[in-house]
């Protein structure tokens, strides 16, 4: 037997900007999902292959153009993936960073058999549990009960297989009050709970995770790293996406790092986190906000600058911890006539490990903002005595409405540097390489 779980060849996949995927119906999943089997085996005979136990995909031989958006017949198309070849050994632990629009969640989307690719195939060897996005595998009139069976009939579970599971999945997602609800009445905690469940615990020989956690609160992550950590160590393989780098770094030996679409660098987690680590500071430093593409969101608002004020609302270029200051964004909409009321913004700071170390959002206090009519405006954040210790950060910027649509989102915005401060009023500045965030206190004894 093969060690190898999955290997890639040229992958591609090319999209056509403002192109909708129809909504499928259960009878349509059903379908597709009693097809699957018949379709497999066809692509195994039809490539010589004969282990019924692995999938190849295959795109359909189209020529990659240079550019990565084209005119075809007056109709945008991009490249959402790019060449990309790779392989998985069986039991390994891979991760796969890179920053927004950069191909990680199409890549999954083609091993998880959710979507074709263009030009290139992939083999994969073993049965696949996948969590790319809340609700992806998931149909919404369903029961919780009946898609945990659903699910697990699509990854070739018997059914007692199922039965003996059940308890677990119900208790692990936390939904028991729920199971007989039809899913589309779940919060998204709720939906994404019992999703990763459902991947982690039919007994996936390759397990696929996307950012997707992010979505849980503190407790769940914890909850799903550990999960993770356990199908890894019984010899499972499992491919992670995240922005965390330092998980990344924690569970993973081996590390892919895809950049516009292509395989940037590949190797130790280590290494290729550092060098992920270094483009984008570089790129916070040489590229302005306006001029960048790698973002995310709908596009009917843009943030165009960002800065940040002192009280006299003079423009620092660094900060001093115990200082009050005024961080703004600029923005322009799309459409200048659209009131856009309801609007959640965030600001966010990372340190050099891509750790967040700093938050504030409007719906923290209840200051959701509204955008009057106009092209362009400011959003200001008002924030006292700051509070993060000497040291460089990077920004990150994020607008959404009713905090549902996504209306931009910008990884690595600035690069700040606080230079210090008289934070405590002592004349100390904390150890800032101890710490990031400066809390004051009062000693005592009783």
Request: charged share 25%; proline share 2%.
């Amino acid at each position: 037997m093969s060690d190898i779980a999955i290997k890639c060849e040229g992958l591609s996949k090319q999209y056509r900007i403002g192109e909708r995927e129809s909504y499928k119906a259960l009878r349509d999943v059903l379908t597709d999902t009693a097809a699957a089997p018949f379709r497999r085996l066809r692509s195994a005979f039809r490539n010589g292959n004969d282990s019924c136990s692995s999938e190849l995909m295959e795109g359909n031989g189209s020529s990659i153009r240079n550019s990565k958006v084209e005119i075809r017949n007056s109709s945008p198309t991009f490249w959402a993936l790019d060449n990309v070849s790779c392989d998985v050994k069986r039991g390994e632990v891979v991760g796969i960073i890179g920053r927004n629009g950069a191909g990680k969640t199409t890549l999954l989307k083609i091993l998880s058999r959710i979507t074709k690719p263009t030009r290139g195939h992939a083999e994969i060897h073993g049965r696949v549990g996948s969590l790319l996005e809340v609700g992806t595998g998931f149909h919404p009139e369903l029961t919780g009960r009946e898609n945990i069976y659903l699910n697990g009939a699509i990854l070739g579970m018997r059914k007692a297989e199922i039965e003996h599971k059940f308890e677990e999945i119900v208790a692990f997602a936390e939904v028991e009050k729920f199971v007989d609800t039809p899913v589309k009445r779940y919060s998204s905690g709720m939906y994404v709970r019992l999703a990763f469940a459902v991947a982690a615990h039919l007994d996936p020989e390759i397990l696929m995770v996307d950012e997707v956690l992010a979505v849980g609160d503190a407790t769940f992550q914890k909850k799903c790293m550990g999960r993770m950590e356990d199908v890894a160590s019984m010899g499972r393989t499992v491919v992670f996406v995240s922005h965390n780098t330092s998980a990344v770094q924690n569970m993973c030996s081996h590390c892919i790092y895809l950049k516009d679409g292509r395989k940037s660098y590949e190797g130790p987690a280590q290494d290729v986190v550092a060098k992920y680590l270094s483009d984008i500071q570089t790129v916070a430093s040489s590229k302005e906000i306006r001029e960048r593409r790698d973002r995310a969101g709908s596009g009917r608002v843009r943030v165009v600058d960002f800065y940040i004020l002192n009280k006299n609302r003079e423009q620092q270029q660094a900060l001093r911890a115990g200082e009050d200051y005024i961080l703004v964004m600029e923005y322009e909409k799309a459409n200048p006539h659209e009131n856009i009321s309801n609007v959640v913004g965030s600001i966010a700071f990372r340190d050099t490990g891509n750790e967040m170390v700093f938050l504030v959002r409007s719906n923290f206090t209840n200051e959701n903002v509204t955008l009057p009519i106009g092209a362009f405006g400011r959003i200001e954040c008002h924030i006292t005595d700051f509070s993060l210790a000497k040291g460089t950060y990077s920004s990150y910027l994020f607008l959404s409405h009713a905090d549902v649509e996504v209306l931009d989102q910008l990884e690595n915005a600035t690069e700040i540097t606080v230079d210090g401060g008289d934070f405590f009023g002592t004349g100390s500045f904390g150890l800032p390489n101890h710490c990031k965030v400066l809390t004051r206190s009062h000693w005592l004894t009783t």
